[in-house]
């Protein structure tokens, strides 16, 4: 079997090596074709979670974007807002993938009503640019303010709260506009309380880079 070797850059600062390669062991899990190594930015224990974390964090993906490249086939960012991806895919000579963009994507595969779960009030701007009309409903867990809020108990059952809501004003699939969903793996308790199709954005960003790096492939021989 072909080994695609893909880079995984977190957005929070992690000190933890077994929390640092969750992401890439869900993807690696999934797809069995890719090896992942992972990265976290610097000196933002609490990640992005507004405008401002965002742009403090930027010049930190793309240094990693640059320590990546001679090093993997291809990077995914895993963050939902998508941050920095296109002065990344400026400097990068490999793809570089967005899990928002992968996770609206391929919400769209599996329904035309698209529910977002957001972190906080505000959805990523890429989930409004690809769903458009297709987004019907926004929710996000009550109270929680960060990524780490989302490792509680209480703030893991905000978060199922607010899922059933977006199937209350009509989902047909919901799409996770935060990785930290991928961490305490919420998809899976999702789809079988709800009974609709739930994306996770770190997965559906894994699936994106290996067709990205495997499309001629199939080609080839």
């Not at 899990?99 to 009503?113: E, N």
């Not at 409004?128 to 009309?133: A, G, N, R, T």
């Not at 079988?192 to 997965?203: F, G, R």
């Amino acid at each position: 079997m072909i080994k695609h070797k893909i880079g995984l850059i977190r957005v929070v600062t992690i000190e933890n090596e077994e929390l640092l390669n969750s992401h890439g062991r869900l993807i690696e899990r999934a797809f069995p074709e890719v090896k992942v190594v992972s990265k976290c930015i610097e000196d933002q224990p609490k990640g992005i979670y507004d405008e401002e974390t965002e742009k403090i964090a930027r010049p930190k993906i793309l240094r990693l974007v640059q320590d990546f490249q001679e090093e993997v086939e291809g990077i995914i960012i895993s963050c939902a807002a998508d941050p920095a991806i296109d002065e990344a895919r400026k400097i990068s000579k490999i793809p570089i993938i967005g899990a928002g963009t992968s996770s609206a994507l391929m919400a769209l595969a599996c329904g035309r009503k698209i529910g977002v779960l957001n972190l906080t009030e505000r959805t990523p701007k890429v989930f409004k640019e690809i769903l458009k009309d297709s987004l019907i409903a926004e929710a996000n867990p009550e109270g929680v303010k960060n990524t780490l809020d989302l490792l509680s108990d209480w703030g893991k059952e905000r978060a199922l709260e607010a899922a059933g809501k977006l199937r209350e004003k009509g989902a047909e699939a919901i799409a996770f506009a935060c990785t930290g969903y991928s961490t305490i793996g919420l998809a899976p308790f999702l789809e079988k309380s709800l009974k609709l199709p739930v994306i996770d954005a770190v997965i559906a960003s894994g699936a994106i880079a290996l067709y990205t790096l495997r499309r001629l492939k199939c080609w080839e021989g």
